[in-house]
């Protein structure tokens, strides 16, 4: 996926709930704008908590700040663990015409639930700021889907430890095979760096027309395809910190890093940004894209459920959040891509991409494709 100097993606263990202050109220508990009316929009998130603390500390404060009479809550699905569930409660509340519980969804799931027809189909004079967005990033979040932020895995190494680090995937493999011990990456089904490294040397043995529909639908009978990167992932265990050893979560990779115990893993770039800027992680840590292939990316999406009572206030914010103010906001705090062009946001802001290759970011596997290469990864690569 080509994808203008503005943007990029992202991702997923336990379910929480998580309001804000004063959005006790329902969505459908006030219609006008009377004194006293209330409009509430519920987000649902099925991600990781640096998306849980951007909508509760920023995007809905902010929000509800510039439109009285408006509340934000939020309900978290950490890692998405429940998005099988979420997405028959999707199914159903469309079925029934009823109420899902839900006005607007931020997931990875949005595309699926897009062509699904779970979503209310996105009206492009309603959200104005789409025309502002690469065509072909829109259309792959369907007809539903609302691009909204962007993020891409690169590869994080320690300078003290690392002067050079790989260019590409064989440059990489070769590295963990001569530095024992010395680089992780977090099981796929617990986060997209992860998943990510996991899907990109996979991908080293797919040919490039059998990945193209791995990555836009499901056939089970493609999966064959991946036999020789399992073969080789698993070959990497005896390499892989303290004999392969896979932490539980992105941000566990992150800890490594900043301990010291690891000098090299794929990582995500917003959290990785972040990590070093709040000093989390040591500023000896950078970070990098390799390539032949290149770590995944792309965009995130909002979604509208179709059967939502309050569709009008949940595009409102949804318009609100790809304001250029909203978007400032996602590159301070998650330092995540801008959805909108770069140009639109001040430039202290434009020089967070110098390293980040947001022009040439490819797309994961489809959904339920990525759902069966996890399961596969459980069976086929921890042990011996």
Known sequence: ?????????????????????GCAQSSTAAK?????????????ISGDTNIQKLWVSDLGPAFEKANPGYKVQITLDLHGEHDAQTMAKLSASVAQKKDPGFDLVDGGFVPKAS????????????VSALSDIPADVVKAGGTGGIPYRGSSVL????????PAPPKTLDDLLAWIKANPGKFTYNSPKSGGSGGSFVATVLDKYVPADTRQ??????DKGLESNWDQGFATLHGLNPYVYQKGVYPNGNQQVLDLLASGQISMAPVWSDMFTTAVANGAVPSTV????????SFTGGA???????????????????NFVLE????????KDISGYPAISLDKLPQELQGKFANADTNNLRKGYFDSMTKDLNNLWDQKVPGK
């Open 155 to 162: 590869l994080a190494y320690d300078t003290k430890t690392v």
């Open 324 to 331: 250029p103010a909203q978007q400032a906001l996602i590159v």
């Open 213 to 218: 529909k791995m990555t836009v639908g499901y």
């Open 1 to 21: 996926m080509k994808l203008r100097p503005a943007f990029g993606v992202v991702a997923v263990v336990a379910a929480a709930a998580l309001t804000l202050t």
């Open 115 to 126: 062509a699904a027809n779970f979503l209310d189909p996105v009206d492009p004079s309603k």
């Open 32 to 44: 006008g704008g009377g004194a006293g009316d209330v409009k509430t929009v519920r987000v649902f």
């Open 300 to 318: 995130a999406y909002l979604g509208v459920p179709a059967s939502s009572p309050s569709k009008d206030a949940a595009v409102k914010l949804a």
């Open 286 to 293: 950078k970070a990098t894209q390799i390539s032949d292939p």
